[in-house]
């Protein structure tokens, strides 16, 4: 029984054997090969191979719709991103804030200044009138005490004809840094120092102002200002801090010409990495004031020393 089993099943295999190369045979005379995505997706378990759609995962990168690896977000073109990149040299940084200053739509500011101790005076004759030292003798100290009553300020509005904001050129800046704080970027420039000459015969108040990267100084306008005040009355107030020496022909004081001598200056300006624009800046500086004037029709000459920091905001 055994024996005729095993016989049956040999023939059985046989007979399917030549079935199968009688199917063989008949496709490569016919040419007959399986093409249809859809038999070939149903042989391998219905999934079709990931190379036959445009812009899925694992597409040919040069086919139309599929994205270039290499390609940072928005860097191509139709890219919606304009992420600005932080700048690693000096001259990158000077692009970067022009580009930044090209955005400003309005500005304004508000400033701190103190004069320095070592005061400065106001001669006549070539003698000092009146001589601002914080180290001196009593009388001294009280003259220094007058000067800065008139020249120091904190937190004051800079007046809207003050405020303008200008690019930077590189013979201006001695160097430059960047940091990359997330979602901004904060620019570090050293500003070399420069001199700016004003007289009273120059039309514009705010003539010099920009120059080598100083947005604002004092200038001819306030300095006549503050020389009026410490010689003209009313007579100082030690309470309001307010009022001058209120000498005998006060009224006759002229400043004829300043030298404006601006050092040490510090710009820090802070950039929106998204859109480039600025939202704020800070420049400090040390400023020497050298003025020729007139008093009693003598010549005389004013000497002052200070330190002054303005904080913009923008929009």
Do not use: H
Request: with cysteine; charged share 15%; aromatic share 6%.
């Amino acid at each position: 029984m055994k024996k005729k089993i095993a016989r049956l099943l040999a023939l059985g295999m046989s007979i399917a054997l030549v079935f199968s190369l009688a199917a063989c045979g008949g496709d490569a005379e016919t040419g007959n090969t399986t093409t249809d995505p859809e038999a070939i997706s149903s042989a391998i378990g219905g999934e079709t191979s990931a190379e036959s759609v445009p812009g899925e995962t694992g597409a040919d990168p040069a086919a139309p719709g599929a994205e270039d690896p290499t390609q940072a977000p928005g860097s191509g073109t139709g890219g919606d991103s304009t992420t600005v990149t932080v700048p690693t040299n000096t001259a990158g940084v000077i692009s970067l804030f022009n580009s930044a200053v090209d955005k400003i739509a309005s500005a304004s500011a508000k400033y701190d200044r103190a004069i320095a101790k070592s005061g400065g005076s106001i001669s006549a004759m070539g003698a000092d009138i009146i001589k601002f030292d914080a180290n001196g003798n009593e009388n001294a100290r009280w003259n220094y005490t007058v000067l800065s009553g008139n020249f120091d300020r904190t937190g004051a509005s800079l007046a809207a004809d003050k405020t303008a904001f200008s690019k930077l050129d590189s013979g201006s800046v001695s160097g430059a840094t960047a940091t990359d704080n997330g979602s901004t970027i904060t620019l570090n420039i050293s500003l070399k120092d420069t001199t700016v000459n004003q007289s009273s015969d120059q039309n514009g108040k705010t003539a010099g102002f920009g120059q080598g990267g100083y947005m604002y100084f004092i200038n001819f306008e306030e300095t006549d200002s503050i020389v009026r005040n410490v010689v003209g009355g009313p007579k100082y107030n030690g309470d309001t801090k307010q009022g001058g020496f209120d000498l005998p022909g006060s009224g006759t004081v002229r400043l004829k010409s300043g030298t404006f001598s601006l050092s040490g200056g510090k710009m820090t300006a802070i950039i929106d990495k998204a859109s480039g624009k600025l939202t704020s800046a800070t420049l400090s500086f040390s400023e020497n004031i050298q003025g020729e004037a007139s008093y009693l029709s003598l010549p005389a000459s004013a000497n002052i020393s200070g330190s002054g920091t303005i904080y913009y905001s923008f929009s």
